[in-house]
């Protein structure tokens, strides 16, 4: 708990730099994930325990706040893996390569990737989310 | 030295590492990575983007399961995705909590989290859907 404290104290009072940025993405973007996987997990598995029940679980994610979270979720499983590729790259594959400039830039590159793969992503399920939304599509 | 050597990555020959549990972990982590790149995105591809949660049902999940090749990748996603995030999880949390005892706690409690989750998940893969 006191790490926990002066983590955060830490996180609000210093000014981080990309590895930091990049750490702190990943650690929020793999618990939501993991929020996720876990409900999806149980959800899936009413098919067998309860058929009956699945639409009405299914119908949750219909909602528009999950909607916009699920879009948010597309956005933590890109950069989540991307920046996983540049971690196991540097540690398993070129673990000599790596340097401090070599790491600023592969995090912004990683970012900017995930940002533009994300980009079709937010457009169709944003869309999705309108048409669902607002449009009356069913 | 072994400060420059740590921040540099420079070490001409590393001490060879003592394989802990630890160790292998940490290792899984980053081979299971690579393996879960393909499968969650190509995952997500399909469910969200490509059909969405819309025009998902039982009937749905009942036609997908019908093909075996289905079955095993969804089965690849239990296996790793949740594994990896369960020792996410983990890691994350040990970071915070240091104490022997809390973190022998922490752990028995994750890995029934684990347990419980994949056996709820398997049961379904496994299973199918029930009509």
């Known amino acids: 708990m006191q790490s926990l404290i002066k983590f955060t104290y830490a996180s609000t009072h210093y000014r981080p730099r990309e590895g930091m940025i990049a750490f702190l993405l990943h650690r929020i973007s793999g618990l939501a994930v993991l929020l996720f996987l876990s409900l999806h997990i149980v959800d899936t598995s009413l098919v067998y325990f309860f058929p009956q029940s699945y639409g009405g679980a299914i119908a949750l994610y219909r909602l528009p706040g999950f909607m916009l979270a699920e879009i948010a979720l597309m956005a933590g499983v890109i950069y989540h893996g991307l920046n996983g590729f540049r971690i196991a790259l540097f540690d398993l594959v070129l673990p000599s390569a790596w340097t401090i400039q070599r790491e600023r830039l592969s995090v912004r590159l990683t970012i900017l990737l995930a940002a533009i793969l994300w980009l079709p992503a937010g457009i169709i399920m944003g869309g999705n989310f309108i048409g669902y939304t607002f449009l009356g599509w069913h | ?131």
């Open chain 2, 1 to 131: 030295m072994a400060l420059r050597n740590a921040v540099t990555a420079q070490t001409p020959s590393p001490a060879p590492l003592r394989r802990s549990w630890l160790t292998v972990a940490w290792t899984l982590m980053r081979l299971s990575a690579i393996l879960l790149v393909p499968l969650v995105w190509g995952h997500v591809l399909i469910q969200d983007m490509l059909v969405g949660v819309h025009k998902i049902s039982l009937d749905y999940v009942a036609m997908r399961w019908a093909s075996l090749g289905w079955r095993a990748y969804d089965a690849g996603l239990l296996c790793f995705a949740f594994a990896h995030g369960s020792n996410g999880l983990r890691q994350v949390l040990e970071d915070y909590i240091h104490g022997r005892t809390a973190r022998r706690v922490l752990r028995t409690l994750i890995f029934l989290f684990w347990l419980s989750l994949t056996a709820l998940g398997a049961a379904a893969v496994i299973g199918g859907v029930r009509q």
